[in-house]
Nanobody, 121 residues
């Protein structure tokens, strides 16, 4: 059964860091692009970061460039999102999703359940 499970969310103060994990089962993460998305209350879902199947290509939303880093550990079948210098506007539910192809240019057809990130003092 194909599954994506996010973890690592929580409450953090502005300027703090969190690392989100996306553990995959039922498929190999090195066969597909994996993306991170987020949705804040009252806002549309937005793409945050993506990593291609072999890690050779990564893409980031302008709002997180220089602060967030996406990476993968194929041995653990897991993709990570390291989030540094967090801001209150980063507060959202974060989702990981499996791409339909190996590159970040495709659609996303499988989604995790999400993990809440709250940045507040």
């Amino acid at each position: 059964q194909l599954q994506l499970v996010e973890s690592g969310g929580g409450l953090v103060q502005p300027g703090g860091s969190l690392r989100l994990s996306c553990a995959a089962s039922g498929f190999n993460v090195d066969d597909y692009a994996i993306g991170w998305f987020r949705q804040a209350p009252g806002k549309e879902r937005e793409g945050v970061a993506c990593i291609s199947n072999n890690g050779g290509n990564t893409e980031y939303a302008d709002s997180v460039k220089g602060r967030f880093t996406i990476s993968r550990d194929n041995a653990k079948n897991t993709v990570y999102l390291q989030m540094n210098s967090l801001k209150p506007e980063d507060t959202a539910v974060y989702y990981c999703a499996r791409g339909s192809i190996r590159l970040c240019t495709g659609n996303y057809n499988y989604w995790g359940q999400g993990t809440q990130v709250t940045v507040s003092s």
